[in-house]
């Protein structure tokens, strides 16, 4: 199954297909336990949430070994994604 991510991102390797085909899954699981993020929109993860974290990484490229801090992340988004996306750079969330 191809995630949005990789309709966007075509130059994904496979871990990261692998890690982003996870998120949703995990989101869901989780927000059953916590409201991790609104319930009603559980159903539409990928675009309002996987994409939305997404988009600065078209337009900003981060170099290896650079530091990102996400304060208030929440249910660690747009950190967890830009994590996946940018596997050499250090987020602290």
Known sequence: MTTVAEKYFPSLTENQRR???M???LYE???ERVN???RKDILNFEVNHLLHS???ARFITFA???SVIDVGT?????GIPLAIMFPDVKFTL
């Open 19 to 21: 890690q982003f085909s």
């Open 23 to 25: 998120l949703p899954g």
């Open 29 to 31: 699981e989780w927000n």
């Open 36 to 38: 991790v993020i609104s």
């Open 54 to 56: 997404l988009a600065i």
């Open 64 to 66: 290896a070994g650079t």
């Open 74 to 78: 929440g249910g660690g988004l747009p």
